[in-house]
């Protein structure tokens, strides 16, 4: 038996540093593992902010040569001049509900499953039952009609300018605002059917006759598709969620069937309902939260705040005529606990509250 040789020796040329390697080079933050070239809300950054701040490019900021992409008719990205509305810093905004692509599906999820087992229960216990005639005929006629306002509003307002503003940070908000327009009309067209299909009394094709031809829901109508026509991003997402949403969406949603529901035998439509109510809450306080910023620009703030007092001079008129003609759908309900008066009185003191929260102007007409 031969004797073990010896491992055979291999030669590997030394590596020689020569401080021209990529990353040999040292800065302040060179040894740091988190991104730096933001400054975060608070002391650590969010998720939220590491996957949405700057994914969007400006040259203002991070693109020294200028758009690398633009539109066949000569703007570049995404242009400033889709608002009249002007920043010092449009980077300056953020979601305070911190919605990103995960809590979009996590956050309507829950919502739908909500929903769902809600018009499960009421089926199991034949809870339709119980409902007076008159209020079931008003759930047919206008919750049915409600749900054309909702699904127009995430279509043509909502979704056609979820790309038009000029960071990462406002679209992404916008999106998701439409993902909740979009869920709550859906939702609102699945217990239109559920009804349809458990009571022989509801007329479940009603609702469309009531907002193309009811007299008392054409001055909304009319108001929801004139929002489908503004152009500029901003002042459409000022007038829908501010102004619109103030007069019309919370006095309907709010003021009335949340609050006459339960004396009609009604357990059901104000959780379905109560999730839109939710969602505008959230929609709400980024809206907020963008203008607040708007008017408080130390450079444009004035000229901001000039600009809102033009917008509601036009669309504050419309929506308080179109909730005043709203006002017959109040004496329709066997229970009515609350007037028109009352309703509308709350619904713009609410207004008031979320123009004073932004530094705007009252309007005059809200006096009268």
């Given at each position: 038996?031969?004797?073990?040789?010896?491992?055979?020796?291999?030669?590997?040329?030394?590596?020689?540093?020569?401080?021209?390697?990529?990353?040999?080079k040292?800065?302040?933050?060179?040894?740091?593992?988190?991104?730096?070239?933001y400054?975060?809300?608070?002391?650590?950054?969010?998720?939220?902010?590491?996957?949405?701040?700057?994914?969007?490019?400006?040259?203002?900021?991070?693109?020294?040569?200028?758009?690398?992409?633009?539109?066949?008719?000569?703007?570049g990205?995404?242009?400033?001049?889709w608002?009249?509305t002007?920043s010092?810093?449009?980077?300056?905004?953020?979601?305070?509900n911190?919605e990103?692509?995960?809590?979009i599906?996590?956050?309507?999820?829950?919502?739908?499953?909500?929903?769902?087992?809600?018009?499960?229960?009421?089926?199991?216990?034949?809870?339709?039952d119980?409902?007076?005639?008159?209020?079931?005929k008003?759930?047919?006629?206008?919750?049915?009609?409600?749900?054309?306002?909702?699904?127009?509003?995430?279509?043509?307002v909502f979704?056609?300018?979820?790309?038009?503003?000029?960071?990462?940070?406002?679209?992404?908000?916008?999106?998701v605002?439409?993902?909740?327009?979009?869920?709550?009309?859906?939702?609102l067209?699945?217990?239109?059917?559920?009804?349809?299909?458990?009571?022989?009394?509801f007329?479940?094709?009603?609702?469309?006759?009531?907002?193309m031809?009811?007299?008392?829901?054409?001055?909304v109508?009319?108001?929801?598709?004139r929002?489908?026509?503004?152009?500029?991003?901003?002042?459409?997402?000022?007038?829908?969620?501010?102004?619109?949403?103030?007069?019309?969406?919370?006095?309907?949603r709010?003021?009335?069937?949340?609050?006459?529901a339960?004396?009609?035998?009604d357990?059901?439509?104000p959780?379905?309902v109560?999730?839109?109510?939710?969602?505008?809450?959230?929609?709400?306080?980024?809206?907020?939260?963008?203008?607040?910023?708007?008017?408080r620009?130390?450079?444009?703030?004035?000229?901001?705040?000039?600009?809102?007092?033009?917008?509601?001079?036009?669309?504050?008129?419309?929506?308080?005529?179109a909730?005043?003609?709203?006002?017959?759908?109040?004496s329709q309900?066997?229970?009515k606990?609350?007037?028109?008066?009352a309703?509308?009185?709350?619904?713009?003191?609410?207004?008031?509250?979320?123009?004073?929260?932004?530094?705007?102007?009252?309007?005059?007409?809200?006096?009268?």
């Amino acid at each position: 038996m031969s004797a073990p040789t010896e491992p055979r020796e291999r030669s590997f040329p030394s590596i020689e540093f020569t401080d021209a390697e990529a990353g040999a080079k040292e800065f302040p933050s060179s040894k740091s593992r988190k991104y730096n070239y933001y400054q975060p809300a608070k002391k650590r950054a969010t998720t939220y902010e590491d996957v949405t701040v700057d994914v969007q490019p400006d040259p203002e900021r991070h693109l020294t040569q200028g758009w690398i992409y633009g539109f066949g008719d000569g703007p570049g990205g995404y242009p400033q001049e889709w608002t009249a509305t002007k920043s010092s810093n449009w980077h300056a905004f953020l979601d305070p509900n911190e919605e990103w692509d995960q809590t979009i599906y996590r956050n309507n999820s829950a919502v739908v499953h909500q929903v769902d087992l809600c018009l499960q229960n009421a089926k199991r216990a034949r809870a339709y039952d119980v409902w007076n005639k008159p209020w079931l005929k008003f759930i047919e006629r206008n919750l049915g009609a409600w749900m054309h306002a909702e699904n127009g509003l995430a279509l043509h307002v909502f979704t056609s300018i979820q790309r038009s503003g000029p960071t990462n940070m406002i679209n992404t908000a916008v999106a998701v605002n439409a993902a909740h327009k979009m869920r709550f009309a859906q939702d609102l067209a699945l217990f239109n059917l559920d009804l349809a299909e458990a009571e022989d009394d509801f007329d479940g094709s009603a609702h469309r006759d009531v907002w193309m031809n009811a007299p008392e829901w054409q001055p909304v109508r009319e108001t929801v598709e004139r929002l489908t026509a503004v152009g500029d991003w901003c002042q459409l997402l000022f007038a829908t969620n501010i102004v619109f949403e103030q007069l019309v969406g919370s006095l309907f949603r709010s003021e009335l069937v949340m609050q006459v529901a339960a004396g009609n035998g009604d357990y059901i439509t104000p959780t379905i309902v109560g999730t839109g109510e939710y969602d505008y809450d959230r929609d709400l306080a980024y809206t907020r939260n963008l203008f607040r910023i708007l008017t408080r620009d130390e450079t444009y703030g004035e000229s901001n705040k000039a600009l809102l007092n033009e917008w509601m001079a036009v669309w504050v008129p419309r929506c308080l005529d179109a909730a005043r003609a709203l006002q017959p759908i109040w004496s329709q309900p066997a229970d009515k606990p609350v007037t028109f008066a009352a309703s509308l009185d709350a619904a713009i003191a609410k207004f008031r509250s979320v123009l004073e929260s932004i530094d705007a102007d009252i309007p005059e007409e809200l006096n009268q």
